[in-house]
């Protein structure tokens, strides 16, 4: 069974940091592309970042281009989300989620973890 465990939320001032990790386990993840979404009170669920396992192609949405960056480590099956120069708007429930080679959507989620950023 594919299991995707995100760590690393909190709280945290704006201007500040906080690095979210995703475990992932149950499989090989080699052709898998992996992503992050967020999903603020109120709002729909949103795309921020993926990588695709196998090559490390990154992709990003346009708000959080230049102070997130995702990253993975072959070795310990984990991607991480490095958010920098955090802002009140970043505030959300961020989820990991993994692509199931072959499939058009991401198929295997997360718990979430919260990060919440104050003014």
């Known amino acids: 069974q594919v299991q995707l465990v995100e760590s690393g939320g909190g709280l945290v001032q704006a201007g500040g940091s906080l690095r979210l990790s995703c475990a992932a386990s149950?499989?090989?993840?080699?052709?898998?592309?992996m992503g992050w979404f967020r999903q603020a009170p109120g709002k729909e669920r949103e795309f921020v970042a993926a990588i695709s396992w196998s090559d490390g192609s990154t992709y990003y949405t346009n708000s959080v281009r230049g102070r997130f960056t995702i990253s993975r480590d072959n070795a310990k099956n984990t991607v991480y989300l490095q958010m920098n120069s955090l802002k009140p708007e970043d505030t959300a429930l961020y989820y990991c989620?993994?692509?199931?080679?072959?499939?058009?959507?991401?198929?295997?989620w997360g718990q979430g973890t919260q990060v919440t950023v104050s003014s």
């Open positions: 149950g499989r090989t993840f080699s052709s898998y592309l």
């Open positions: 989620a993994a692509q199931t080679p072959g499939r058009v959507q991401y198929d295997v």
